[in-house]
């Protein structure tokens, strides 16, 4: 069993913030933001890290600047839920072709698959290449996505 988390000070909080709303944020906007001195952000930045709270740096990229102007989340049934099967889906599923991020849920679905595409086309084509002749797949449902707005929960919690 792993060890529990350290909880997080007020100092952490602040410097999650900061990265929240800017990944790139300098060591010395990162202490500005938590009151503390520059020198020890870097340790507070390992320790957040090795906490497992932290978990990498992203960029937000605008994947219809790229031309890709269809997304998708697809609901995903699974014919059954024998763990070797639901493995097996959940290891390859995250490297096909478009696929932004799958989440394992409960209720009526088992997986929502955000993906990607250059057309409705391609969509379609995402669906039959992967899902539709998938062992582990019973069935699928898809939706349209027409806009994607980022919520400001995250702020919320490290309040």
């Known amino acids: 069993m792993a060890e529990p988390k350290r909880s997080l000070d ?9 990265l929240s709303h800017n990944a790139r944020s300098s060591g010395t906007a990162l202490a500005a933001a938590a009151g503390i001195a520059e020198s020890t952000v870097a340790l507070r930045l390992r320790r957040l890290h090795d906490d497992g709270y932290l978990r990498g740096y992203h960029a937000d990229i ?11 989340l697809i609901s995903i049934k699974l014919t059954k839920h024998v763990r070797a099967e639901v493995d097996a889906f959940r290891q390859a599923a995250p490297t096909w072709p478009g696929v932004l991020a799958l989440f394992h849920m409960a209720g009526a679905d088992d997986y929502l698959l955000h993906v990607a ?17 998938h062992p582990a797949v019973a069935h699928t449902e ?5 806009e994607h707005v980022e919520g400001r929960g995250l702020e919320q919690l490290l309040s």
């Open 62 to 72: 605008d994947v219809a600047a790229l031309g890709v102007t269809v997304q998708a």
């Open 10 to 18: 007020a100092t952490d909080r602040a410097i999650l913030r900061a």
């Open 117 to 133: 595409a250059h057309s409705a086309s391609a969509l379609r084509d995402f669906v039959l290449a992967y899902l539709a002749g």
């Open 142 to 146: 898809t939706n349209l996505i027409f």
